[in-house]
């Protein structure tokens, strides 16, 4: 059975980005796939996080897969640092990867911004980490955004050039990106060309998967849009970034196309739509984040998840993890 890894850095809440975007299509991944889910909890790190805050969010994200519907028994969900095979291959990986390479890394140059000598070192090698997540697992499959694609093109190289350098073809696979036809990427409530993200300054930019059903309604009420009627089909959301990105949502939330959301709308004002897209997002999240909150309300329940997949996490790497330090030539314990 082919298996799937991806990660999720425990910065911060999670909104309904994260979700529409990622674990809502997990969760249909797992009828087909083998699963690793993983809160990179080794990532997050990569830029300064306070000790407590890093804890709790480790939590939550588990608390929040569980919550959409991942089954923590058929498969796996752990926090990266319990399981010492990702920091060891990546210290492999940073002897592979070649500087040149990692110079190419858009993200660094956007998370590291002007200051990138003030960066840690951990961010300039963010990139063989993941690659050490991936590969750890030899993992087929990695659902990625668009964000991510790049960071995924590497893991393929570093791949390629240990099974080359060491002589061991097809010892590591070439992972597979994952493009999911039914993510949705999901923009700023308040501007349209921007994804919805964590660090905006501005809380009515987000939906959080904690908010609760008055704040998410408010949230849509004040979200920006235009001052034309809604249109008959999604050519007429040309231009529109705004209504587009609403409509998407809706589209998501009832699993519906997009065609289909605009012609129920279509002509309609957007003081009509906003109602019925705060009811739909009540309805659908609702259940999600009053799960999500009984779970964090029991830390240990949670704790016992991530300690109980990281366990199995650690029998799946640790043959592969033996096999690579030995065709590195490190002397055996
Ligand atoms: N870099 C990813 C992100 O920020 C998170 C991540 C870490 C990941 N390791 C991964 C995703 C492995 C897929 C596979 O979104």
């Not at 008959?232 to 970034?241: D, I, K, V």
């Amino acid at each position: 059975m082919a298996r799937i890894f991806s990660g999720v850095q425990p910065t911060g809440n999670l909104h309904l980005g994260n979700y529409l975007g990622a674990v809502r299509n997990w969760v249909k991944l797992q009828q087909e796939y083998e699963c690793l889910f993983c809160v990179v909890d080794m990532h997050a790190i990569t830029m300064w996080q306070d000790p407590h805050e890093l804890t709790q969010s480790t939590r939550e994200v588990a608390a929040a897969m569980m919550a959409a519907g991942i089954d923590a028994k058929k498969h796996i969900i752990f926090n990266q640092s319990q399981v010492p095979g990702h920091a060891e291959l990546a210290w492999i990986f940073n002897c592979v990867a070649r500087l040149g390479w990692l110079n190419r890394m858009t993200q660094f140059k956007d998370k590291a911004g002007k200051n990138s000598e003030n960066a840690s070192v951990g961010l300039y090698a963010y990139p063989n980490l993941m690659a050490a997540d991936i590969l750890l697992y030899k993992a087929t499959h990695v659902p990625v955004g668009e964000d991510q694609k790049q960071h995924l093109e590497l893991a393929r190289d570093i791949a390629a050039k240990f099974n080359n350098d060491f002589g061991v073809e097809g010892f590591f696979p070439q992972p597979e990106p994952l493009i999911l036809g039914t993510a949705t990427r999901v923009m700023s409530l308040k501007d349209g060309m921007k994804k919805m993200s964590k660090s905006d300054p501005s809380e009515l930019s987000r939906i959080n998967m904690t908010d609760d059903a008055d704040t998410i309604a408010k949230k849509i009420r004040k979200a920006k849009t235009d001052t034309d009627p809604l249109p008959q089909t999604p050519a007429g959301l040309e231009g529109r970034a705004e209504a587009k990105n609403l409509l998407g949502i809706y589209a998501a939330l009832s699993d519906t196309s997009l065609e289909d959301a605009c012609a129920k709308f279509a002509g309609e004002g957007f003081g009509t739509f906003k109602q019925h897209l705060a009811d739909l997002a009540v309805a659908k999240l609702g259940p999600i984040q009053s799960e999500m909150r009984r779970l964090v309300a029991d830390p240990a329940s949670v704790d016992q998840v991530l300690r109980s997949g990281a366990e199995r996490a650690r029998a799946l790497a640790e043959p592969i993890i033996a096999e690579v330090k030995e065709i590195v030539g490190f002397l055996k314990p």
